[in-house]
């Protein structure tokens, strides 16, 4: 099965997630295929604009946790050599980015997410940092990615609290621009990629530039979550916090 589909149609450039069973979660292999996308993006289609979605009720999950390699792995590794990279590389894209996001957009989810440049979502959407229900770190660039759009105070308090936004709650705090019925997400995400894609994109690629370069840390906060994921991946509430999100159960923390 294809993890990841890709479809490039008069200058757009598709790339759907494909594991609805799996809440479009993201393994090695749907890893290795999306960065395959991004491959074919740099270096033989040269769209115009690029959609990123998800087949099913769900964006994308994260990181699958039942993946044998990164159970065999670091976290902090897991990021480094799969995630952190392919976060780098939507944000270098030179290409306008639309994600259209349905449902769940946690963890590596989030941070494809808010790597694009614009974001219409469903009313359904959820943006936040479950994390803390795992005793981890939000990670994925999550930390500058959020602060970037919707300030200090409400990302402290979605990482501390791990409450959800849902679509319109997300775009009245910034995180996203657009939010639309379930049932007409995949058609304006359609609309809105359609006119970017008609628009001077060698302009927009100069924008793009000159945005990011007002957020320089990127690379360095992928880092330090990174590190951060490995300082308390033994830690007692790491345990607890996976135990209980396999056994459907609240965990109890004890701060060690």
Do not use: W
């Not at 930390?143 to 300030?151: S, T």
């Not at 996203?176 to 006119?195: G, H, M, P, S």
């Not at 990011?212 to 990127?218: K, M, N």
């Amino acid at each position: 099965m294809t993890n990841v589909l890709t479809e490039c149609v008069d200058g757009r450039f598709r790339i759907t997630l494909n594991r609805p069973q799996k809440r479009n979660a993201l393994d090695t292999k749907a890893v290795a295929q999306f960065s395959e996308a991004l491959d074919a993006i740099d270096q033989h289609e040269r769209p115009r604009v690029v959609l990123i979605e998800g087949i099913g009720p769900a964006f994308c999950a994260g990181r699958d946790l039942a993946d044998p390699a990164f159970e065999q792995m670091a976290p902090g590794d897991a990021l480094r050599e799969y995630f952190n990279p392919l976060v780098e590389r939507i944000l270098g894209l030179s290409v306008p980015t639309v994600a259209a996001v349905r449902g769940p957009a946690l963890g590596a989810g989030l941070g494809i997410a808010l790597a694009c440049d614009v974001m219409v979502v469903s009313e359904n959407a959820r943006f936040g940092s479950p994390f803390g229900r795992l005793g981890g770190v939000l990670d994925c660039g999550g930390h500058v990615l959020l602060h970037e759009r919707i300030g200090p105070a409400l990302t402290r308090d979605l990482i501390l609290t791990g409450r959800l936004l849902d679509g319109h709650e997300a775009v009245a705090a910034g995180i996203a621009t657009r939010c639309v019925a379930d049932d007409i997400l995949a058609e304006t995400a359609e609309q809105i990629a359609n006119q970017i894609g008609h628009g001077p994109t060698a302009a927009f690629a100069q924008s793009k530039a000159i945005l990011r370069a007002l957020s320089p840390l990127v690379h360095e906060v992928l880092e330090l979550e990174a590190c951060a994921q490995d300082a308390v991946a033994d830690t007692d509430d790491v345990a607890e916090g996976l135990a209980a999100f396999r056994e459907r159960r609240d965990p109890t923390f004890e701060g060690r």
